[in-house]
């Protein structure tokens, strides 16, 4: 079991930023992803940006120069830097793992970008 517990959401305006945290329960270092994806209301939800186990970063073509993916091993920690927000990147984020073939998900940390 992995638990994840995500922190910095919050309301900001177009053209601001904002940072996520999302801190497991246990080691990251064995982890085949960990990252980062959103829901917004209507919508799939969607990879935003993470690290695979080799550890290259994927990231979604909208966030592409704005959002950064980062992780602190010795903290069990990732983030998510976002810069330059949009109204179209309101969603609930969810930090997400995969490990041995299962998924795990934080309890989601809502971004609502005002135009």
């Known amino acids: 079991q992995v638990q994840l517990v995500e922190s910095g959401g919050g309301l900001v305006q177009a053209g601001g930023s904002l940072r996520l945290s999302c801190a497991a329960s246990r080691s990251i270092f064995r982890f085949n992803f960990m990252g980062w994806y959103r829901q917004a209301p209507g919508k799939q939800r969607e990879l935003v940006a993470g690290?695979?186990?080799?550890?290259?970063?994927n990231y979604a073509d909208s966030v592409k120069g704005r959002f950064t993916v980062s992780r602190d091993n010795a903290k069990n920690t990732v983030y998510l830097q976002m810069n330059s927000l949009k109204p179209e990147d309101t969603a609930v984020y969810y930090c997400?793992?995969?490990?041995?073939?299962?998924?795990?998900w934080g309890q989601g940390t809502q971004i609502t970008v005002s135009s």
């Open positions: 997400n793992v995969l490990l041995l073939g299962t998924y795990f």
């Open positions: 690290f695979t186990s080799a550890g290259s970063t």
